[in-house]
């Protein structure tokens, strides 16, 4: 049998880093057991549907380096692959379990069941108390004929061991009595997640469903429905889900981003964020960490997939990884995903039109300081535009003004007669300068280094003067002196 995974995304805002990686483990099962990859889009939630964000999902998912083989824009014989337009297989489904009697009609109110959940709470119970399901018949054809509003509900059976084998976390039981009368079909005409999930699943010949372990208190009602239908349930994986570093919880936007879009936003790059992901929940049991997403593939395996309830998402490291990406990505390479990065994100990028071997030479000095592709811009406008200069900032390593001043003066004299222009030269003569007029290192260089950059805090002041040029640097001297 050819193995069929599937990621099923609702449109119902940005898409999680956490969907991403259940997403990456069911691309890897599928590539590595040469079988196929299916999207499907489950937009039944009308009430939480955020227009746009079905092709955004889309836009992320292709970002981050993954294609599907049946889906949104591909096709493939057992589309649609967007719920909203099947829903007729959905509602004749559902009346075949109807017919079957597993199914039945519900009339109640909004108002009578918030008044049932309202008595339930008092004994801690939330069930629904099955009041249509003693409706004759007769009723049920008057309430019909009239168009009463309606859903569709599961008829559970009482007393019912429910078990299944997780390929994870092994066999696992949850008597019936504990699942309630889930809603099939809404009012509205859209399924439910149950009902449609399992019909798409069966129809679609999905044989493996990996997916976060928040969701096996359902897999019950889903096992009753193939049962009901008399279909083979494919095999279940649920995943441990993400929490932050220290907690107990799931990925809270107080600690910082949650969505795939906004990491990506940040300037995280879309290998480093997969590496990252790839090992919240898997270990492929060596000590190797820094993985493509080829590699994972030919190493990836479901007996490798920790069970546990949660695995902790390590902000710090993922931007530590990050930060060796860009070490480890060549110049040219580098400068190509920066470019891409801010034309994606409408990021002014310092640098987009000079010469490349100047941007090279940047890169060379600033990417060791990198660990985001938003911080550029930070590290490397002093290079492409004049800083702003405070007389307050430029002389704080000297004892007053003056001092200061003869200092930028004495520099702009030696670097005037300069003809190789070259670090090497440049770090002789400042040395012998400064050493013949019994100036420190410190309140030398840091003057110099604040007037060119206007910053503190940099690399080599040196290599900065050499890729400047003499006339930049004489020119921002003269500047500097003028403040």
Not at 41 to 57: C, L, N, Q, S
Not at 110 to 129: A, C, M
Not at 351 to 371: S, T
Not at 412 to 422: A, L, Q, R
């Amino acid at each position: 049998m050819e193995v069929r995974t599937r990621m099923a995304p609702s449109p119902t805002g940005e898409y999680h880093v956490g969907h991403i990686r259940t997403l990456m483990y069911n691309y890897a099962f599928a590539r590595k057991n040469n079988g196929k990859f299916i999207l499907r889009i489950e937009d039944t939630d009308r009430e939480r549907y955020v227009p746009g964000a079905v092709e955004r999902i889309q836009d992320v998912i292709k970002m981050m380096g993954f294609e599907w083989d049946e889906g949104p824009g591909v096709g493939g014989e057992y589309g649609p692959y967007v719920q909203s337009e099947r829903l007729d297989i959905y509602k004749k489904y559902a009346e075949e379990l109807i017919a079957k009697g597993y199914a039945y009609y519900c009339f109640c109110t909004e108002e009578r069941l918030e008044k049932l959940r309202e008595k339930q709470k008092e004994h801690g119970v939330s069930k629904y108390d099955r009041h249509c399901l003693k409706l004759k018949k007769d009723e049920i054809e008057k309430n019909l004929k009239a168009n009463v509003p309606r859903v569709i509900r599961m008829k559970v059976p009482d007393h019912e061991d429910v078990s299944f084998d997780d390929l994870i976390l092994r066999r696992i039981t949850i008597n019936s009595d504990a699942v309630d009368d889930q809603v099939l079909i809404k009012a509205d005409g859209y399924p439910t997640y149950h009902m449609a999930v399992v019909v798409d699943d069966h129809l679609m010949k999905i044989t493996h469903v990996m997916r976060g372990n928040d969701w096996v208190p359902s897999t019950p009602k889903h096992i009753l429905l193939y049962k009901f239908f008399g279909w083979e349930p494919p095999k279940y994986a649920h995943l441990p889900n993400l929490k932050e570093v220290g907690g107990t919880k799931k990925l809270s936007k107080r600690f910082g981003s949650v969505s795939v879009y906004e990491f990506l936003s940040e300037g995280y790059l879309p290998e480093a964020l997969n590496n990252f992901l790839m090992f919240l929940g898997w270990n492929p049991g060596t000590d190797k960490e820094i993985y493509t997403l080829e590699e994972f593939i030919r190493d990836f395996s479901i007996e490798r997939i920790q069970p546990t309830d949660l695995v902790a998402f390590d902000r710090q490291k993922l931007l530590w990884m990050n930060g060796l990406y860009i070490r480890n990505t060549a110049n040219a390479d580098l400068w190509k995903k920066l470019n891409a990065w801010s034309e994606k994100f409408d990021f002014y990028l310092h640098g987009k039109n000079a010469e490349k071997e100047k941007v090279f030479a940047v890169l060379d000095l600033i990417k060791d300081r990198m660990k985001l592709l938003s911080e550029y811009n930070s590290l490397a406008h002093y290079f492409f535009e004049d800083p702003e200069i405070e007389k307050d900032g430029l002389y704080s390593y000297v004892s007053d003004e003056e001092r200061g001043r003869e200092i930028l003066e004495g520099f702009k004299n030696i670097y005037s007669g300069v003809k190789d222009w070259s670090t090497p030269v440049i770090d002789k003569i400042s040395h012998d300068f400064i050493s013949k007029r019994n100036y420190k290192p410190k309140e030398a260089f840091m003057t110099l280094r604040i007037a060119m950059t206007g910053e503190t805090a940099t690399p080599q002041i040196f290599d900065i003067l050499g890729i400047l040029g003499r006339e930049t640097v004489l020119k921002r001297l003269g500047s500097a002196l003028n403040v």
